[in-house]
Structure formats: structure tokens, C-alpha cells
């Protein structure tokens, strides 16, 4: 436990703390394992303190230290669950492993300071339970992490996990993010400026004109460095520098994809997931695709590429209602084996026999049922989309034709 002495005057209350801090300015607080669980801190003064966690920290959830000051503090593994820790000062302190589930961190100043694997995720649930405090039950209502207007200038914050959390307007020049997780993270009017962002995993960030994402590093700290200016493609391009890599996916892509297009209502999503759960048997990497999820302009784009890529595809016209309008954009542009399937009893739609014109579209294959189609999958679907594939590749490689008029 912390020093007995500190402890009792952290029991007297703030107003005490802080003239206790003025009296004796070279003490350092120590207040490791000490239960500060749902108390009101703000504006103390905890500059250089040990209120550590370690394996046993959970004695800081719910914690209120708005606008405290916590500078160079030994925070390492505290559990600040659904703290609130707004204008705190933490510049310098070290946070590695501390679990910010749910915190409010607005205006914090967290700059130059330590929050390696650092958990700033949503608080999921409402109710948090703790064997270590007393009462051992917490009420929060669910919420992201919120850093809106934050300062973490130069923090390292590799490995931390910021899936949703809010940085709104947060300042992160010169940010180490190496190898966190960026998955619905906000940095709407945010600057991101010359961070780290090697091994960084980024995923539908919320960005917009006014986020400052400049001279980002893609490599580690033992290579060159090579930067891009912009987080949602930090990966694809450092997966390009490295060629081992981009080859090897390309060719898994080129090689081994399969693109499934149809319906997601349920019962036509049946039919989808067991071609695609038979395709993996037999060694494809599969690529599904709902033709009615969008409908702005990214649908056809996006439809477009994952064809381009693929090795062959399957499209279920069963009951089809944006699909022939797709089809008829995207087919005709692609020379990919294009397979349609339809279930016995249904018609195809009027305008795929234009689109059967094309070489590399097959005659439609027509199923009984389920059981049916995973049957005759390999022989009557897969065999001759790869056969038609082979002729088609052959077919593009074909030199150019020359006839010349001057003999």
C-alpha cells in the first residue's frame, strides 16, 4: 500500500492535499494500491506521484481528476474506467498498460507521455463490477473515450487501442502509433502530422477536410524513413515497399480469388454462404458481395475493382433486382469468367442474354436446390470457369497484330 502519512491526508480531502503538496514541494506522493475509486480529485496536486495500478489497480475507476495535476506521475496498469479526467495535466506521466475504457479526456494535456498499450476502446456495457473496491459495482452509462481537443504532441502511443474513441480536434504531432488499433477512431479536425504509423491498423476512420495528416512514417524506427499523407493508406503502401509481401497477396488475389455476387435476404444468403463455405474447400479465397447494401456511385466502383481482382465470379439472378443494372456496367469492361446461377423455376433477367455476347460470361447454371448446387459446384461451375479463364489469359496475352502498308 501507499504511504500511510499520504494517505491519510488524501482522506482530509483536496484543499488539505494541495496545502500539504506547497508545504513539503520535494515529497513525492505515493499512493500505490490506495483506494480512490468514485472520489472527487480535481485539481490536485498529484505532480510526480506513484498512484500506479500494476496488476491490482482498480482503484481509480470512476476517479473524477478534472483539470488535477498529474505531471510525471507513475500511472502504470491504473484502471481509470469511466474517469473523468478533463483539462488534467499528464504531460511526461507514464500510462503504459493503463485502461482509459470510457474516460473523458477532453482538453487533456498528454504530451511527451507514456501510454503504450494503453486502452482508450468504448465502454460497452453499462455496469462494471470490480472484486478489488468496495461496493465492487459501478454504474456508467455507455460511451467512447473522448480526447476532443486534446493535447498528445509527441505521446507514444504504440500499441494502444483507440478502436472509437473520439479525438476530435486532438493534437497528435509527432505521435508514435506504431502498431495501434485505429478502427472507427474520430479525427474529424484533428492534426496527425509527421506520427509513426508503422504496423498502425486503420479501419473506417471518421476524417474529413479539416484533419491534418501530413509526413506520416510508415517504417520503423530502425529503417529510412518514408512517409505518406494519409492514414487509410499508410498500410497499402507500405505493403507495396515491401515486394515479398505485395507479391505474394497479389498473386493470392489473382490466383485464388472468387468474387460471390447476390441477394443478403435470408434465404438467398444461404445459397451465398454455402458457395462460399464449398469454394474454401477447395482452396479459393472468397470475396462476397450484397448487390442491394448501397446504392451511390461507390456501389458500381466498388464492384468494378473486386472484379477486376478475381479469378473467376459467381453471380446468383435469382429473384434479382439492382443486379442486372451492375451486371450490365461491369461485365462488359472485365474479361473474367463470369459464372450466373438461378434456381429451377426462376427467369432470367431479359438483358443477360446481351451480356452473354461476351465470350467470358457462361451459360446460366440452373439449380434444384442447395444440395444441389454444392454438388455440381466443382465439376459444373468451378472446372469450367477455370478452363475459361485459362483460354481468356491466353487470349490477352496475344501479341499485337502488324500489317504493314509500306511493302
Request: proline share 3%.
Amino acid at each position: 500500500m501507499g504511504n500511510p502519512e499520504h494517505v491519510d491526508r488524501i482522506r482530509q480531502g483536496v484543499t488539505s492535499w494541495n496545502e500539504w503538496r506547497l508545504q513539503n514541494p520535494g515529497t513525492k506522493p505515493d499512493l500505490w494500491l490506495v483506494d480512490l475509486s468514485g472520489q472527487d480529485l480535481s485539481y490536485a496536486d498529484f505532480r510526480g506521484g506513484n498512484l500506479a495500478g500494476a496488476s491490482f489497480g482498480e482503484f481509480l475507476i470512476g476517479a473524477q481528476f478534472d483539470r488535477a495535476d498529474l505531471k510525471r506521475a507513475n500511472l502504470i496498469g491504473a484502471q481509470l474506467i469511466g474517469a473523468s479526467l478533463e483539462e488534467v495535466d499528464l504531460r511526461g506521466a507514464n500510462m503504459t498498460g493503463a485502461n482509459l475504457l470510457g474516460a473523458n479526456l477532453r482538453k487533456a494535456k498528454l504530451s511527451e507521455t507514456k501510454l503504450i498499450s494503453a486502452n482508450f476502446s468504448t465502454m460497452m456495457t453499462n455496469l462494471y463490477r470490480s472484486p478489488f473496491v468496495h461496493g465492487g459495482l459501478f454504474n456508467f452509462p455507455e460511451r467512447r473515450c473522448d480526447l476532443e481537443d486534446a493535447d498528445l504532441t509527441g505521446a507514444d502511443l504504440t500499441m494502444a487501442n483507440l478502436t472509437d474513441a473520439r479525438l476530435a480536434g486532438a493534437t497528435l504531432v509527432g505521435a508514435d502509433l506504431s502498431k495501434a488499433v485505429l478502427v472507427g477512431t474520430d479525427f474529424r479536425g484533428a492534426d496527425v502530422s509527421c506520427c509513426r504509423v508503422h504496423g498502425v491498423s486503420a479501419w473506417d476512420l471518421k476524417l474529413d477536410q479539416t484533419t491534418r495528416q501530413f509526413d506520416l512514417v510508415i517504417t520503423p524506427r530502425n529503417e529510412s524513413n518514408v512517409t505518406v499523407d494519409d492514414l487509410e493508406v499508410a498500410q497499402f503502401v507500405y505493403l507495396m515497399l515491401s515486394s515479398d509481401k505485395i507479391r505474394n497477396a497479389l498473386t493470392t488475389i489473382g490466383e485464388k480469388g472468387v468474387l460471390i455476387l447476390g441477394r443478403f435476404t435470408p434465404e438467398r444468403k444461404k445459397v451465398l454462404d454455402a458457395i462460399r463455405q464449398k469454394l474454401r474447400q477447395l482452396d479459393f479465397v472468397t470475396m462476397m458481395f450484397d448487390f442491394e447494401r448501397v446504392d451511390d456511385r461507390s456501389f458500381t466502383e466498388t464492384i468494378k475493382t473486386l472484379a477486376g481482382m478475381s479469378k473467376f465470379i459467381i453471380a446468383d439472378v435469382t429473384n434479382p433486382k439492382s443486379a442486372p443494372l451492375e451486371m450490365q456496367a461491369t461485365v462488359p469492361d472485365y474479361m473474367v469468367p463470369f459464372v450466373p446461377i438461378i434456381e429451377a423455376g426462376e427467369k432470367p433477367f431479359s438483358m443477360l442474354v446481351d451480356l452473354q455476347q461476351r465470350e467470358w460470361v457462361t451459360a446460366v447454371k440452373e439449380y434444384r436446390d442447395i444440395e444441389n448446387l454444392i454438388d455440381k459446384l466443382e465439376s459444373r461451375v468451378v472446372r469450367p470457369a477455370l478452363e475459361l479463364h485459362a483460354k481468356l489469359r491466353l487470349k490477352k496475352a496475344r501479341k499485337v497484330q502488324i500489317e504493314a502498308l509500306h511493302e
